[in-house]
């Protein structure tokens, strides 16, 4: 349980002069969640977007899952067990929530183009397996009952829970959510509250990391925060050692009011 999974050092990453992510340094162990919030331009998703090999980073070293990671592609650290929501939802909607689901387990490397183009039966057989590990993942979340519906009938708040369902059909060891309140109203935010919460009891082995601009969310849900202001860490600790530090107040709690 008290697994460390990411740890980051110093890592920076700057796009023109722009210092977008300037040493930074977390850890997680497994079955825990920690938060980072910052506003508008901290570099929040630059450091998503560094851990799951979208960029590369300038400096600094990634260790996931004991691996130093930095020269792996997206893909294999996905493959590791990285997995990652967007700030924007991202469902198909020409697709129903089911086959959304099964998107994210149709790349395992079994299931090849040949095999699909000339439908041999070892297709169907992994079809057949891929649709039951998305469904169980839905039924576990209790999201069975949309199984056959577009994402586009669902209320945001039931969409960003499909968005996240996908992201755990992989059985990740450490799930990242980009904001996954933004845009909801204060009641679904407090059911999405629950569904992480939710989440956390039946994946205990999971480490999520959660960007989020809704403070009770954030507050609520992690045990360690950091804090990032233009590019840099002000300030980390548990949700009341923030909340009582006179620089995050200064620089976004203060903000918020
Ligand atoms: N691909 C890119 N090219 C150029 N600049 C970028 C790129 N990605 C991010 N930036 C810049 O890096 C800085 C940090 O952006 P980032 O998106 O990480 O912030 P954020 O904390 O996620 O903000 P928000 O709360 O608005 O989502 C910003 O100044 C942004 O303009
Ligand atoms: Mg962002």
Avoid: W
């Avoid at 090999?53 to 996931?64: A, M, N, P, S, V």
């Avoid at 403070?215 to 909340?243: F, K, R, W």
């Amino acid at each position: 349980m008290t697994e460390q999974i990411l740890k980051t050092h110093n890592l920076s990453k700057a796009f023109g002069g722009v210092c977008a992510v300037k040493d930074f340094n977390m850890e997680i162990n497994a079955g825990r969640i920690r938060g980072i919030i910052g506003p508008n331009g901290a570099g929040k998703t630059t450091i998503f977007n560094l851990l799951s090999r979208i960029y590369k980073e300038d400096e600094g070293t990634i260790e996931f899952a004991g691996q130093d990671v930095t020269s792996k592609s997206q893909i294999e650290v996905a493959r590791m067990g990285l997995s990652r929501t967007f700030q924007n939802t991202r469902l198909f909607v020409g697709l129903n929530v089911l086959d959304n689901v099964k998107v994210a387990l149709d790349h395992d490397g079994k299931y090849s183009l040949f095999s699909a183009l000339f439908k041999l039966p070892f297709r169907n057989k992994q079809e057949r397996m891929i649709k039951e590990k998305a469904m169980s993942c839905l039924e576990l979340l209790n999201l069975d009952e949309f199984a056959k519906l577009s994402p586009s009938n669902l209320s945001y708040g039931y969409q960003r829970r499909v968005e996240i369902a996908r992201a755990l059909a992989n059985d990740p060891k450490v799930l990242m959510l980009d904001e996954p309140a933004a845009g909801l109203n204060p009641e679904e935010t407090s059911m999405l509250m629950d569904f992480i919460k939710d989440i956390q009891a039946k994946y205990p082995n999971l480490a999520i990391l959660v960007i989020e601009h809704r403070m009770e969310l954030i507050m609520n849900l992690c045990d360690h925060i950091y804090v990032q202001d233009s590019g840099l860490t002000i300030a980390e600790g548990t949700p009341a050692e923030i909340q009582s530090n006179p620089k995050v107040l200064a620089a976004y709690l203060g903000e918020e009011e």
